[in-house]
């Protein structure tokens, strides 16, 4: 393999869990592409970076232990969770599951929801044998357009 970076941009996918105009949370897988290959800081070689920035982030960590359901809730603000050991799975209201493990990412946005049927915002849950840990990543302010894949 070469220390040589690849010539294409990576692409790296999410999942979004988003609002949708009639305030039904869904889930789209999306992919980030836009990636600029530079140094982080000089004279370090170039990497692939992209600057997903955003003004105002609390970072925190969470333990689901094994076998924990969450109740349908809304995402208390917009935030990146990202998995980092076990394995976790989220229910949108339009029926879609999604179990993710480390590696994969998903963004929750499902603020706006309307109540269904006793289903508002989203079901989540711990998935296997081990707790689920999660960073979790929020972001100050309100959520996006209600549409998915706003993450390039």
């Given at each position: 393999m070469s220390d040589e970076a690849s010539p294409e941009p990576p692409?790296?996918?999410?999942?979004?869990?988003?609002t949708d105009e009639d305030g039904v949370s869904r889930q789209t897988l999306c992919?980030?592409?836009?990636?600029?290959?530079?140094s982080i800081s000089p004279p370090a070689k170039p990497q692939w970076l992209g600057a997903k920035t955003h003004?105002?982030?609390d970072i925190s960590v969470t333990v689901l232990p094994v076998g924990w359901v969450g109740d349908w809730h809304e995402n208390p603000k917009p935030q990146w969770i990202i998995p980092l050991s076990g394995r976790w799975w989220v229910e949108t209201m339009d029926g879609e599951r999604v179990e993710m493990g480390p590696g994969e990412i998903s963004f929750g946005e499902d603020q706006d929801t309307r109540a269904r049927d006793g289903r508002q915002g989203h079901l989540s849950g711990t998935a296997g044998d081990q707790p689920a840990v999660l960073m979790l990543v929020q972001l100050e302010g309100g959520p996006g357009p209600h549409s998915p894949c706003r993450f390039k």
């Open positions: 692409k790296v996918p999410y999942w979004h869990v988003w992919v980030m592409s836009e990636f600029e290959l530079s003004a105002g982030a």
